[in-house]
């Protein structure tokens, strides 16, 4: 496609319940990474693929988050047992590759509330 | 420890004039920095990537600096237009070889006419 897509735009769920998020990168970008940003607080990082390389797992908060990407391309961002401190915008990024001056290009983020 | 203070928090100036934003960090190794525009309800877009070596850097209205040895950065924005509202947030990206990003919280400018 043109640009990264997510997926949903919005998701609002019950404390408990588990939330699956899709990222599909940049058609040929090897790289993909997945931020979380909540009110007033800048992006988080939580972790980023890199062709067939085990991914960096460093920034996610919990086990309870987890992530695939399947095929070099899309990416789901799986949180279980949600809590309300979850609740933020998770935005995806991709990139060609992970060279120090690669420019990261965002999706539009997928809001998550959680009650 | 690395981190990446941005000032204003926020900033309303009129369409028209100038404005500058400030960023502080302290991240090591240094890689390069960055400055990237969020609209609302957007993800970031890339404004400038600044190496060491580099001490401006212009895109359009949007000028960067980098001082290395102060490790400060600015974005100056000339003749602001009502479309330039939006976040700007600085990114310093740690390490060589294995890269990390350390975002700054950003800075909310609002353009009035």
């Known amino acids: 496609g043109a640009g990264v897509s997510q997926s949903p735009s919005n998701k609002v769920t019950e404390k408990g319940k588990d939330v699956e998020l899709r990222c599909d990168p940049i058609s040929g970008h090897t790289a993909l990474y997945w931020y979380r940003q909540s009110l007033g607080q800048g992006l988080e990082f939580l972790i980023y693929f890199q062709g067939n390389s085990a991914p960096d797992k460093s920034g996610l908060p919990s086990d309870r988050f987890s992530a695939e990407r399947t095929g070099g391309s899309v990416s789901t961002l799986t949180i279980q047992r949600t809590q309300q401190e979850d609740s933020a915008v998770y935005l995806c990024?991709?990139?060609?590759?992970?060279?120090?001056?690669?420019?990261?290009?965002f999706g539009p983020g997928t809001r998550l509330l959680v009650l | 420890k690395n981190q990446v203070e941005q000032s204003p928090q926020s900033l309303i100036i009129l369409e028209g004039k100038n404005c500058t934003l400030q960023?502080?960090?302290?991240?090591?190794?240094?890689?390069?920095l960055r400055w990237y525009k969020q609209d609302t309800g957007r993800g970031p877009v890339s404004l400038t990537i600044?190496?060491?070596?580099?001490n401006t850097k212009s895109n359009g209205r949007y000028t960067a600096t980098l001082d290395a040895d102060t490790k400060q950065s600015s974005l100056h924005i000339t003749a602001s237009q009502l479309s330039d509202s939006a976040s700007y947030i600085c990114v310093v990206i740690r390490g060589s070889g294995t890269y990390k990003y350390i975002f700054g919280t950003g800075t909310r400018l609002k353009v009035l006419a």
């Open positions: 990024a991709s990139s060609l590759g992970l060279g120090r001056e690669e420019t990261q290009y």
């Open positions: 600044m190496t060491f070596s580099e």
């Open positions: 960023c502080n960090y302290t991240v090591s190794p240094f890689s390069n």
